[in-house]
């Protein structure tokens, strides 16, 4: 298969992680006989620097042109700690969204055996954990009016929703059920919110739909806590914009690191598939980010395609680096350091050489990986 696709390596620890994750698209080309092209620009804080617009028209066109879209990390201290800065990175990403039509966000959850050690939580509540959480991603209140008043002491935001935004989400979260436990869960906060009340009544609308698929409902505050206490009662969680955010990075714990979580945004045309961790610029340049959520991303975009037995070839390379042990520092308190590139190595080698990748991790730690 031929794809063409643009990588926005975007901010912080973006770079370091999408490099990774490019590194493990070209061992699944190589070994399978793909014409994957990659093309990179610029977006976030970066493009401010040198553009001054968080997504330049060259990138936004650039994408348009493209296959799939592999994106990193975006955010800058100088403008998290600047709430008067006009132009932010996170504007870039937003438009994006907005441009491509990129209206669903897929994100799965899912608890490793040999990671679960590592969660705060309690091995018996979340073992066994696999959600997939589909966020609705182009409206909701982060793309709704936003106003200040003159003397700046009053400000709103507006959460909007329409039947056709609701509606085509809800059907995809659907289908995914049914090939998965036939389980749907509407988060939402009905009682208190107007938009709510109508995500209510279309989903419940459409799962009728669907008879072999049970819906079930949770206020957003309640769904966060059973998260917590009960994550393994999930199968696929469905929600709006702002709730989708905040949860998703609550699940992250489950699993022990958000540098595990992957992600899917998808739109009738385009796609564009990225970690859900942020910048992370304390990591910048250090070489100890964890990039397994960027490789994991790399993976969806491969069964976005139909390359479901090559998606299954990198999980089964990134499960085999968690039961090693090469992991980044966020999941490895052994002695032994392992880098992002040490892990991205170990990727790469398992994809090309899996029956020797069990020899060669030893020497994979050390940043030489040696083919046998």
């Known amino acids: 298969m031929k794809l063409n696709i643009t990588v926005l390596p975007g901010d912080g620890i973006g770079p370091e992680v999408t490099a990774q994750a490019v590194k493990s698209l070209k061992a699944i080309a190589s070994e399978f006989g793909h014409n994957f092209r990659f093309k990179y620009a610029l977006m976030g804080a970066e493009a401010i620097d040198a553009t001054g617009s968080p997504l330049p028209k060259e990138t936004l066109a650039l994408c348009k042109s493209s296959d799939a879209i592999l994106f990193g990390a975006i955010g800058d201290p100088k403008y998290d700690n600047d709430p008067s800065a006009k132009i932010r990175p996170e504007q870039g990403l937003l438009e994006l969204r907005k441009s ?5 966000n897929i994100r799965p959850v899912k608890a490793y055996d040999n990671l679960i050690d590592k969660s705060p939580l309690k091995r018996e509540n979340i073992e066994g954990t696999d959600i997939s959480i589909y966020r609705e991603l182009t409206g909701g209140i982060y793309f709704g ?5 003159e003397d700046g002491n009053t400000a709103s935001d507006l959460c909007e929703y329409s ?9 995809l979260a659907f289908k995914a059920a049914q ?3 036939k389980k749907v869960t509407l988060v939402d906060k009905a009682n208190v919110l107007e938009s ?3 995500w209510r009544k279309v989903v419940t609308e459409i799962g009728e739909t669907y008879p072999d698929v049970n819906l079930e409902f949770l206020f957003v505050d309640n769904a966060a806590m059973q998260l917590i ?4 009662q999930f199968d696929v969680i469905l929600t709006e914009n702002m709730f989708g955010d905040i949860i998703s990075d609550e699940a992250s714990v489950i699993g022990g690191s958000i540098g595990l979580l992957a992600s899917a945004s998808i739109g009738k045309k385009y796609a564009l598939f990225e970690p ?3 910048s992370f610029p304390q990591a910048k340049n250090k070489d100890i980010a964890n990039p397994i959520a960027s490789i994991l991303s790399a993976a969806m975009l491969l069964e976005h395609f139909g390359l479901v037995k090559e998606a299954k070839i990198i999980q089964k390379a990134v499960e085999k680096s968690m039961e090693l042990a090469i992991t980044t520092p966020d999941l490895n308190t052994s002695n032994i350091q392992v880098t992002t590139t040490n892990v991205g190595d170990f990727i790469e080698d398992y994809i090309l050489h899996p029956k020797d990748s069990d020899l060669n991790f030893t020497n994979i730690h050390l940043g030489q990986s040696t083919i046998i």
């Not at 491509?100 to 669903?104: D, N, Q, T, V």
């Not at 009016?145 to 008043?149: A, G």
């Open 100 to 104: 491509l039509g990129l209206f669903a």
């Open 145 to 149: 009016e936003k106003k200040l008043s």
């Open 163 to 171: 039947r056709m935004e609701i509606s085509r989400i809800a059907h």
């Open 179 to 181: 090939s998965r436990k």
């Open 196 to 198: 709510s009340r109508l």
């Open 229 to 232: 206490l009960n994550p393994k």
């Open 276 to 278: 859900i961790h942020g």
